[in-house]
């Protein structure tokens, strides 16, 4: 090989390894420099948690007596049964007789709406009391009952308007069981820690809670209606600024979400997801592309380098320095997210995250638009 090809190939991999370098050291590390506030938990806060379900009777049965278990705040509960058509009518009925502060929204299938998650979404946040609110599924669960009150601790200060939380998903056995909670895990410690940037770009609607009148007062969902998915991240993204934004990590804040238990059903929500990256500001785009696109471009350039064995003693160097970086950023972060089993399974599941993520990017351009149930 020509030696000005040696060299250029060298560059590209020494400039994607100092990317993911900024990415690690600068960015991604801050999580773990993060040391929330133990403050005394404000029980004076009114709160409404709004859940809507589509079929999902089971989840309802086996979930929602743990919200109503919470301890030292005062919130009301509103479901949007949306056009169910299992029995979640009748198990929200009987969840009505036994508890006062739930209140059931129904929405019946209409022509005139096939807006999905965000009209039932809008329709449970009108007929929300309270100016805080708290969003979650409906299979979900919170591992605490101090969950909803360590939520809304952030709101003591007045300028706080959006608290993004964190939803891991249950352990299972199985390959694609780790790669959802890796992927859960990277992207959990990129919103967090571009948030502890100043750059708050997206949240899970697991795990989220904003102000009813921050809602209205941006006029809701309204922007991005035509799109799916982003009842969440899309909102999050449009919405939080550095100073009207917090994070929420302590364990007791955590609330656990069912994985999806197959490859087909997985590819097709992360399908999903990704098209309501395409409406984030240009600003967050270019921040997440560079990200995949150096990390992906890294492993590229270092089995190219390696093939045709060039300078291949540095170019193994520049791996386990990459390597031993992450390995040491990614243990903390890791542990502060409750999934550090998975540092023993990093490098493989870093490259195989990557990878799933580029075919992804490919696929979704030949996918037709998919609801969200």
């Known amino acids: 090989m020509e030696a000005y090809l040696e060299y250029s190939l060298l560059a590209f991999l020494l400039l994607f390894f100092l990317i993911q370098l900024y990415y690690l050291l600068i960015v991604q590390r801050k999580l773990n420099l993060y040391v929330p506030e133990q403050e005394k938990i404000n029980h004076d806060f009114k709160v409404s948690v709004v859940i809507c379900a589509r079929n999902e009777s089971k989840n309802l049965q086996e979930n929602l007596p743990l919200i109503f278990q919470q301890r030292g705040i005062d919130f009301e509960v509103v479901v949007v049964n949306d056009c169910s058509f299992d029995n979640s009518e009748e198990v929200l009925r009987d969840f009505k007789a036994q508890y006062a502060n739930l209140k059931v929204v129904t929405k019946e299938e209409h022509a005139l709406y096939k807006t999905g998650k965000k009209f039932a979404m809008t329709l449970g946040i009108k007929a929300a009391s309270n100016e805080i609110l708290v969003f979650t599924d409906a299979d979900c669960k919170p591992v605490s009952e101090e969950w909803l009150s360590t939520m809304c601790s952030s709101y003591r200060n007045p300028d706080t308007e959006i608290v993004l939380g964190y939803s891991p998903y249950e352990k299972k056995k199985g390959l ?193 638009k998919v609801s969200w149930k």
Not at 284 to 298: D, N, R, W
């Open 176 to 368: 694609l069981n780790w790669l959802i909670r890796y992927e859960t895990f990277q992207t959990a410690l990129n919103y967090f820690s571009f948030a502890l940037n100043g750059m708050p770009y997206m949240g899970v609607g697991r795990n989220l809670s904003y102000k009813k009148s921050l809602f209205f007062k941006n006029k809701g969902f309204a922007s991005h209606m035509h799109i799916p998915s982003g009842d969440d991240d899309l909102f999050v993204n449009q919405n939080a600024s550095s100073y009207n934004t917090a994070i929420e990590i302590r364990e007791q804040s955590h609330i656990y979400s069912a994985p999806k238990t197959t490859w087909k059903s997985y590819w097709i929500q992360k399908i999903r997801h990704f098209g309501a990256g395409t409406a984030y500001k240009k600003a967050h785009k270019f921040q997440l592309s560079l990200q995949g696109t150096s990390a992906i471009g890294f492993y590229i350039f270092l089995v190219v380098c390696l093939s045709f064995k060039i300078q291949w003693p540095y170019v193994l160097g520049i791996f386990f320095i990459r390597f031993l970086l992450q390995t040491l950023v990614y243990k903390k972060s890791l542990t502060i997210l409750r999934c550090k089993d998975l540092v023993w399974s990093l490098l493989f599941l870093d490259l195989f995250y990557y990878l799933f993520l580029m075919f992804i990017s490919f696929r979704r351009l030949f996918r037709k």
